[in-house]
């Protein structure tokens, strides 16, 4: 997805590694080893003490995230209050992006 974002606006990125977990990327970055990019989400308790948030402007990136769950059986309680939860997170976090962006325009540009 970042790869054919970075296309449409002229330019191919030329990443040296890639991680599939939060705490070796810190590591990278506070060792010196250049930029990082990760879902905003991601940042939202633990931003390192010596990193800086940029966002990205453009080209606009953005993904979709969805739960499957089995018709043929109910919710253990822990999955269901999971999924509640998940529901409800994502919910108010459109709603608090559609307030923002009522509040001022260019605030979606920027997210």
Request: negative net charge; charged residues 20%; hydrophobic residues 50%.
């Given at each position: 997805?970042?790869?054919?974002?970075?296309?449409?606006?002229?330019?191919?990125?030329?990443?040296?590694?890639?991680?599939?977990?939060i705490?070796?990327?810190?590591?990278?970055?506070?060792?010196?080893?250049?930029?990082?990019?990760?879902?905003?989400?991601?940042?939202?308790?633990?931003?390192?003490?010596?990193?800086v948030?940029?966002?990205?402007?453009?080209?606009?990136?953005?993904?979709?995230?969805?739960?499957?769950?089995?018709?043929e059986?109910?919710?253990?309680?822990?999955?269901?209050?999971?999924?509640?939860f998940?529901?409800d997170?994502?919910?108010?976090?459109?709603?608090?992006?559609?307030?923002?962006?009522?509040?001022?325009?260019?605030?979606?540009?920027?997210?």
């Amino acid at each position: 997805m970042f790869i054919k974002a970075c296309g449409s606006i002229g330019f191919t990125p030329r990443g040296v590694f890639e991680v599939q977990n939060i705490v070796p990327l810190y590591g990278a970055l506070a060792a010196g080893f250049g930029i990082a990019l990760i879902p905003e989400i991601t940042l939202m308790d633990s931003l390192p003490h010596d990193a800086v948030k940029v966002p990205i402007v453009e080209p606009v990136v953005r993904r979709n995230v969805g739960i499957i769950i089995s018709k043929e059986r109910w919710l253990l309680p822990t999955e269901q209050l999971f999924y509640d939860f998940t529901v409800d997170f994502f919910a108010n976090l459109m709603d608090m992006e559609n307030e923002l962006v009522r509040k001022d325009p260019y605030w979606g540009l920027f997210y």
